[in-house]
Protein backbone atom coordinates (compact mmCIF):
# COMPACT_ATOMS: atom_id res chain seq x y z
CA UNK A 1 0.00 0.00 0.00
CA UNK A 2 0.74 3.97 -0.58
CA UNK A 3 1.71 5.68 2.51
CA UNK A 4 -2.23 7.49 1.41
CA UNK A 5 -3.99 3.96 1.71
CA UNK A 6 -1.52 3.26 4.96
CA UNK A 7 -2.65 6.40 6.90
CA UNK A 8 -6.33 6.28 5.19
CA UNK A 9 -6.45 2.60 6.75
CA UNK A 10 -4.74 3.20 10.03
CA UNK A 11 -7.28 6.15 10.99
CA UNK A 12 -10.43 3.70 9.82
CA UNK A 13 -9.41 1.19 12.23
CA UNK A 14 -7.77 3.95 15.00
CA UNK A 15 -11.60 5.33 14.39
CA UNK A 16 -13.57 2.22 15.06
CA UNK A 17 -11.43 1.34 18.08
CA UNK A 18 -12.19 4.81 19.53
CA UNK A 19 -15.93 4.97 19.23
CA UNK A 20 -15.94 1.25 21.01
CA UNK A 21 -16.65 2.41 24.59
CA UNK A 22 -14.50 1.11 27.28
CA UNK A 23 -12.73 2.40 30.51
CA UNK A 24 -11.59 5.90 29.00
CA UNK A 25 -15.18 6.49 27.41
CA UNK A 26 -16.58 5.74 30.89
CA UNK A 27 -14.40 8.14 32.38
CA UNK A 28 -14.90 11.31 30.12
CA UNK A 29 -18.72 10.80 30.66
CA UNK A 30 -18.77 10.39 34.20
CA UNK A 31 -16.29 13.66 34.35
CA UNK A 32 -18.35 15.67 32.47
CA UNK A 33 -21.95 14.60 33.60
CA UNK A 34 -20.64 14.95 37.49
CA UNK A 35 -18.09 17.98 37.44
CA UNK A 36 -18.77 19.98 34.74
CA UNK A 37 -17.03 20.04 30.96
CA UNK A 38 -13.94 21.36 31.77
CA UNK A 39 -13.32 18.48 34.53
CA UNK A 40 -14.50 16.34 31.49
CA UNK A 41 -11.99 17.68 29.12
CA UNK A 42 -8.97 17.13 31.65
CA UNK A 43 -9.71 13.90 32.28
CA UNK A 44 -9.61 13.61 28.33
CA UNK A 45 -6.67 15.20 28.10
CA UNK A 46 -4.70 12.85 30.60
CA UNK A 47 -6.41 9.87 28.43
CA UNK A 48 -4.59 11.04 25.82
CA UNK A 49 -1.43 12.09 27.28
CA UNK A 50 -1.31 9.14 28.58
CA UNK A 51 -1.56 7.49 24.71
CA UNK A 52 1.69 9.95 23.84
CA UNK A 53 3.62 8.74 26.51
CA UNK A 54 2.62 5.12 25.04
CA UNK A 55 3.82 5.98 21.72
CA UNK A 56 7.09 7.09 22.94
CA UNK A 57 7.54 3.94 24.64
CA UNK A 58 6.85 1.93 22.24
CA UNK A 59 8.59 4.05 19.52
CA UNK A 60 11.96 3.61 22.04
CA UNK A 61 11.65 0.21 23.43
CA UNK A 62 9.57 -0.17 26.15
CA UNK A 63 6.34 -1.38 24.40
CA UNK A 64 8.72 -4.42 22.73
CA UNK A 65 10.01 -4.98 26.36
CA UNK A 66 6.51 -5.47 27.51
CA UNK A 67 5.74 -7.59 24.95
CA UNK A 68 8.47 -10.33 25.48
CA UNK A 69 8.39 -10.03 29.21
CA UNK A 70 6.10 -11.60 31.03
CA UNK A 71 7.51 -10.23 34.44
CA UNK A 72 7.62 -6.63 33.51
CA UNK A 73 3.98 -7.21 31.78
CA UNK A 74 2.56 -8.23 35.25
CA UNK A 75 3.80 -5.75 37.08
CA UNK A 76 2.33 -2.97 35.72
CA UNK A 77 -0.96 -4.67 35.25
CA UNK A 78 -1.16 -5.71 39.07
CA UNK A 79 -0.49 -1.92 39.44
CA UNK A 80 -2.92 -0.99 36.62
CA UNK A 81 -5.59 -3.44 38.18
CA UNK A 82 -4.73 -1.92 41.73
CA UNK A 83 -4.96 1.32 40.72
CA UNK A 84 -8.37 1.15 38.82
CA UNK A 85 -10.13 -0.75 41.96
CA UNK A 86 -8.90 1.67 44.61
CA UNK A 87 -10.77 4.64 41.87
CA UNK A 88 -13.46 1.93 41.85
CA UNK A 89 -13.80 0.78 45.36
CA UNK A 90 -13.68 4.40 46.35
CA UNK A 91 -16.80 5.74 44.17
CA UNK A 92 -18.40 2.82 45.41
CA UNK A 93 -18.26 3.24 49.45
CA UNK A 94 -18.32 6.91 49.30
CA UNK A 95 -20.41 8.47 46.21
CA UNK A 96 -21.26 12.31 46.88
CA UNK A 97 -23.81 13.98 47.04
CA UNK A 98 -23.41 17.66 45.68
CA UNK A 99 -20.28 18.99 43.81
CA UNK A 100 -20.04 21.66 46.52
CA UNK A 101 -16.51 20.35 47.31
CA UNK A 102 -14.80 19.47 43.76
CA UNK A 103 -15.97 23.15 41.85
CA UNK A 104 -13.22 25.59 41.58
CA UNK A 105 -10.47 23.85 43.46
CA UNK A 106 -7.05 24.31 41.80
CA UNK A 107 -6.44 20.74 42.98
CA UNK A 108 -9.48 18.75 42.47
CA UNK A 109 -8.96 20.62 38.41
CA UNK A 110 -5.47 18.89 38.40
CA UNK A 111 -6.82 15.64 39.29
CA UNK A 112 -8.98 14.20 36.73
CA UNK A 113 -5.75 15.30 34.53
CA UNK A 114 -3.88 12.92 36.51
CA UNK A 115 -6.24 10.23 37.06
CA UNK A 116 -7.35 9.94 33.77
CA UNK A 117 -2.99 10.07 32.72
CA UNK A 118 -2.34 6.99 35.27
CA UNK A 119 -5.55 5.14 34.24
CA UNK A 120 -4.07 4.88 30.75
CA UNK A 121 -0.19 4.24 31.72
CA UNK A 122 -1.19 1.97 33.97
CA UNK A 123 -2.89 -0.41 31.63
CA UNK A 124 -0.34 -2.55 30.17
CA UNK A 125 -2.03 -3.87 27.12
CA UNK A 126 -2.20 0.00 25.49
CA UNK A 127 1.11 -1.20 25.32
CA UNK A 128 0.49 -4.11 23.77
CA UNK A 129 -1.84 -3.27 21.73
CA UNK A 130 0.39 -0.21 20.08
CA UNK A 131 3.09 -2.93 19.69
CA UNK A 132 1.13 -5.48 17.50
CA UNK A 133 -1.19 -2.21 15.98
CA UNK A 134 1.28 0.06 14.49
CA UNK A 135 3.71 -2.02 12.99
CA UNK A 136 0.84 -3.18 10.47
CA UNK A 137 1.18 1.04 9.38
CA UNK A 138 3.94 1.94 8.93
CA UNK A 139 5.65 1.35 5.45
CA UNK A 140 8.60 -0.78 4.92
CA UNK A 141 11.36 1.92 4.59
CA UNK A 142 10.07 4.33 6.80
CA UNK A 143 11.67 5.75 9.59
CA UNK A 144 10.20 4.15 12.54
CA UNK A 145 9.94 6.68 15.48
CA UNK A 146 8.71 9.30 13.18
CA UNK A 147 5.77 7.28 11.79
CA UNK A 148 5.14 5.83 15.51
CA UNK A 149 4.23 9.05 16.71
CA UNK A 150 2.31 10.63 13.72
CA UNK A 151 -0.06 7.35 14.45
CA UNK A 152 -0.43 7.44 18.01
CA UNK A 153 -1.12 11.27 17.13
CA UNK A 154 -3.90 10.22 14.67
CA UNK A 155 -4.98 8.02 17.39
CA UNK A 156 -4.84 10.83 19.85
CA UNK A 157 -7.00 13.29 17.69
CA UNK A 158 -9.43 11.18 17.44
CA UNK A 159 -9.64 10.36 21.42
CA UNK A 160 -10.09 14.25 21.99
CA UNK A 161 -12.66 14.61 18.93
CA UNK A 162 -14.74 11.77 20.52
CA UNK A 163 -14.33 12.99 23.80
CA UNK A 164 -15.43 16.53 23.37
CA UNK A 165 -18.35 14.84 21.34
CA UNK A 166 -19.23 13.34 24.75
CA UNK A 167 -18.49 16.15 26.89
CA UNK A 168 -20.97 18.27 24.40
CA UNK A 169 -23.60 15.87 24.56
CA UNK A 170 -23.80 16.32 28.29
CA UNK A 171 -24.29 19.66 28.33
CA UNK A 172 -27.95 19.68 27.47
CA UNK A 173 -28.74 17.61 30.84
CA UNK A 174 -26.46 18.86 33.32
CA UNK A 175 -29.14 20.08 35.08
CA UNK A 176 -30.36 16.85 36.02
CA UNK A 177 -27.51 14.94 35.83
CA UNK A 178 -25.98 16.73 38.56
CA UNK A 179 -28.48 16.36 41.07
CA UNK A 180 -27.46 14.35 44.15
CA UNK A 181 -29.00 11.13 43.76
CA UNK A 182 -28.15 11.11 39.93
CA UNK A 183 -24.24 12.18 41.18
CA UNK A 184 -24.57 8.98 43.67
CA UNK A 185 -25.75 6.90 40.71
CA UNK A 186 -22.63 7.84 38.76
CA UNK A 187 -20.58 7.70 41.06
CA UNK A 188 -21.52 4.16 41.83
CA UNK A 189 -22.01 2.76 38.19
CA UNK A 190 -18.55 4.49 37.12
CA UNK A 191 -16.91 2.73 39.86
CA UNK A 192 -18.97 -0.64 39.30
CA UNK A 193 -17.11 -0.50 35.40
CA UNK A 194 -13.66 0.66 37.19
CA UNK A 195 -13.75 -2.47 39.12
CA UNK A 196 -14.96 -4.69 36.77
CA UNK A 197 -12.00 -3.49 34.44
CA UNK A 198 -9.71 -3.95 37.13
CA UNK A 199 -10.54 -7.49 37.57
CA UNK A 200 -10.58 -7.92 33.93
CA UNK A 201 -7.14 -6.21 33.86
CA UNK A 202 -5.60 -8.36 36.74
CA UNK A 203 -7.20 -11.78 35.47
CA UNK A 204 -6.78 -11.48 31.51
CA UNK A 205 -3.91 -12.74 29.30
CA UNK A 206 -2.52 -11.18 26.85
Not at 140 to 165: C, D, R
Amino acid sequence: MSIADNLLAFTFAATLLTLTPGLDTALVLRTATVEGRQQGLRAALGINAGCLLWGAAVAFGLGALLAVSALAYDILKYCGAAYLAWLGVNMLVRPRQSLGAVAGEGRGQANWFLKGMLGNLLNPKVGIFYVSFLPQFIPQGQPLVAWTFGLVGIHVALGLLWSMALIGATQSLAGVLRRGRVIQWMDRATGLVFVLFAARLALGRR
